[in-house]
């Protein structure tokens, strides 16, 4: 089965998402910073026989609008709210790693009637974090961009599928490899999130919950065990032999553990 293109616009902002089809039950599968819904094709094509899998490109990444004035926290949630609105999705099962992950759980602590299962792929809300935007800045500022091939980008982000996956996220032009973002958007959007902790919002989720870690997480241990004590999922799982693109380096496993995680919850 292959996706179609559909486009969500909320408050002026074009919002371009992967619709996989399908009768099922909703899934909707949220990125991280910088990436793209294609990031998701490999979990989505599995899924998509069971549920109804629809994948979005966030505000100011992939083939949505590049430069949306709001890329607060708030925004990108109401982002998913007007997605499930407009494609008319009910009950959803929010998917998202990283940055990504940070939206489902604010969207699952603000509108529990939309959301009827979270899963979370390598994000917490703890916090605040005042030099992640410098971090991210620092590590856009050393690509090598624009890439003179798609190889070329392929390999500096690390080779194999991870490598491939962010090489997908890059759009050709006049044969060079251009990021399909603005750099200040992308630090923009993690400000808000550095300024506060959201471990309040991850406390009032009242759906069943399926936490997913890399073995070499970006989450510190002190930041699971916090996660942890605040709440604790209905099931949490750590993938030996991953890192934080766990999705995109072992999308099968993930698959492995989201299938019978709904099959087994109320979702």
Known sequence: MMWT??????EGVRLVCRDWGGDGSA???LHGLAGHAGEWDALAGSLSPEYRVVAVDQRGQGASDRFPADVSRDAFVEDV???TDQLGLERVVLVGQSLGGHTAILAAARHPELVRALVVIEADVSGPDPEWPVHIRRW???WPAPFPSRDAAVQFFGGGVIGAGWA?????????????FDRDVMVRSVADAAQHSFAHEWERITCPTLLI???????SPARVDDLMRRRVPTV???IPGTRHDLH??????VYGLISPFLAGSSA
């Open 213 to 219: 870690l890399a073995q070499q997480s970006f989450i």
């Open 140 to 142: 856009f500022d050393s």
């Open 168 to 180: 997908d996220g890059l759009e050709e032009r006049g044969g060079q490899w251009w990021p399909r």
């Open 236 to 238: 949490s799982v750590s």
């Open 27 to 29: 899934l909707v599968l």
């Open 248 to 253: 995109l380096e072992q999308p099968e496993i």
């Open 5 to 10: 293109e559909r486009v969500v616009e909320r």
């Open 81 to 83: 709210v007007a997605v």
